[in-house]
């Protein structure tokens, strides 16, 4: 019930598309939901983040969608641009502030120019 | 965001030495910091919980005498990985949550330990 699955395991998109990356929960009771963003040899960066309350979170090209019902959520990226290429990892807590993640394992995202 | 550092960046060492790994939150206090190691193209996999004032909570599998794990301050968590192994090389992460409610975890910028 701690799992969070993540696909794909690694993506390429054309300069300009929209990249989607998928994730789903089991444990109903997760109430935070990162994404992160990590460069080779760097640590994760968070990027945005949603709660259940909320279907939907925009952050400039950034936007998560959330669903409730079906434990799902996803990370889009419009307009992707070669920048973007990293790894995507999302991730689920529950509880207060400093609880611990779970994270998916991964996406490799390629924007090519 | 918060800024969480990590020193060194970078370490390398011989086959039985110890290397001590710091994390440190620069502009807030973090009661926990957790911390993980990442092996190339996987997940992040925490290690443990590090708590101010009380001792670390390990996650299963991981030697509690191999990591050890000291959080003496509120801006500071140390990890010593004793007696290092070649299978020990890794990316070691730490991370600190921001009060207040909101969740968010900030990480340092890692560290990449390779044992000789």
């Known amino acids: 019930q701690q799992q969070v699955k993540q696909s794909p395991q690694s993506l390429i998109v054309q300069k300009g598309g929209i990249s989607i990356i998928n994730c789903a929960y089991e444990?109903?009771?997760?109430?935070?939901f990162p994404w992160y963003q990590q460069f080779p040899g760097k640590g994760p960066a968070l990027l945005i983040a949603i709660r259940p309350d909320v279907s939907e979170k925009k952050e400039g090209r950034f936007t998560i969608s959330f669903n409730k019902s079906a434990k799902q959520f996803s990370l889009h990226i419009m307009d992707s641009q070669p920048g973007d290429s990293a790894t995507y990892f999302c991730a689920a807590s529950m509880g207060t502030s400093g609880s611990r993640l779970t994270f998916g394992e991964g996406t490799q995202l390629t924007v090519n120019p | 965001g918060a800024v969480v550092s990590q020193h060194p960046s970078r370490v390398i060492c011989k086959s039985g030495t110890s290397v001590k790994i710091e994390c440190r939150s620069l502009d807030f206090q973090a009661t926990t910091m957790f911390w993980y190691r990442q092996f190339p193209k996987q997940s992040l996999m925490l290690m443990a919980t590090?708590?101010?004032?009380?001792?670390?909570?390990?996650e299963q599998g991981v030697e509690k005498d191999k990591f050890l794990i000291n959080h003496a301050s509120l801006t500071l968590s140390t990890l010593t990985v004793t007696s290092a192994h070649p299978e020990d090389s890794s990316f070691y992460i730490c991370?600190?949550?921001?009060?207040?409610?909101?969740?968010?975890?900030?990480f340092g910028p890692g560290t990449r330990l390779t044992v000789l």
């Open positions: 590090s708590n101010e004032g009380s001792k670390a909570t390990y």
């Open positions: 444990n109903t009771a997760f109430d935070y």
């Open positions: 991370s600190a949550p921001t009060s207040g409610g909101r969740n968010e975890q900030f």
